[in-house]
């Protein structure tokens, strides 16, 4: 075990909704970074948070967006939820940027 | 964009012998690369990782080369074992100065067989 933990394990929602993911990082990690899993791909970096600021951001629109709280806590939020966010959404902890990251179980989401 | 890709999308091996996972990326300033275990149902898991200041690394029954003339990354896993059986992916870390960045490539598929 990792000890990053997300929740909640699954989630169903209507397109056109908003969902909040939560992780939780490693103890003495300061850096989140968050990952799009579609099924039978590799993961696919959204955003990083290192020390509560964006860290850097992959290909994906505005509508994504997350927090990093003071504990190192992280959210990720998707706004107008389209079919297509359908995935495993991962969420990875680190000791700092450029540093070995450590994955969470990850969240499934499934738009209807 | 940038390409992080297997040569082999599935692979089969007797338990007991020895599995070579190979990847090809495209970023010659790439200087860190991971390569992760993922099992069915779980969130990738670190195995090995190695900087480009290396070329070889060493693990417990694990081991990574990294050819940087040719751009290639290898993961060797020896004696492999059932419990070995799952998605291997590499990762690359294309911009180094700007954060913990990685991309992934497709994965390879490990099937040990008793």
Not at chain 1, 44 to 52: N, T, W
Not at chain 1, 68 to 86: C, I, K
Not at chain 2, 33 to 62: C, L
Not at chain 2, 69 to 80: D, E, F, G
């Amino acid at each position: 075990e990792t000890g990053v933990t997300q929740s909640p394990t699954h989630l169903i929602k209507t397109r056109g909704q908003q969902v909040t993911l939560r992780c939780s990082s490693q103890s003495g990690h300061n850096t989140v970074s968050w990952y799009q899993q579609a099924l039978g791909q590799g993961p696919q970096f959204i955003f990083q948070y290192y020390r509560e600021e964006e860290n850097g951001r992959g290909n994906f629109p505005p509508r994504f967006s997350g927090l990093q709280f003071p504990n190192y806590s992280s959210e990720l939020n998707v706004n107008a939820l389209e079919l297509d966010d359908s995935a495993l959404y991962l969420c990875a902890s680190s000791a700092g940027p450029n540093y070995e990251q450590y994955f969470g179980p990850g969240t499934r989401l499934t738009v209807t | 964009g940038e390409s992080v890709g297997l040569h082999l999308p599935t692979l089969s091996v007797q338990e007991g012998d020895n599995s070579i996972i190979n990847c090809a990326y495209s970023n010659s300033a790439s200087d860190y690369f991971i390569w992760y275990k993922q099992e069915s149902g779980k969130g990738p898991q670190f195995i090995i990782d190695i900087r480009s200041n290396m070329d070889k690394r060493q693990g417990q029954r694990v081991t990574v080369l990294l050819n940087k003339t040719v751009k290639h990354l290898s993961l060797q896993i020896a004696a492999t074992q059932p419990g070995d059986s799952a998605v291997y992916f590499c990762a690359e870390n294309p911009e180094p100065n700007t954060g913990n960045q990685f991309y992934f490539g497709t994965g390879t598929s490990l099937t040990v067989i008793p």
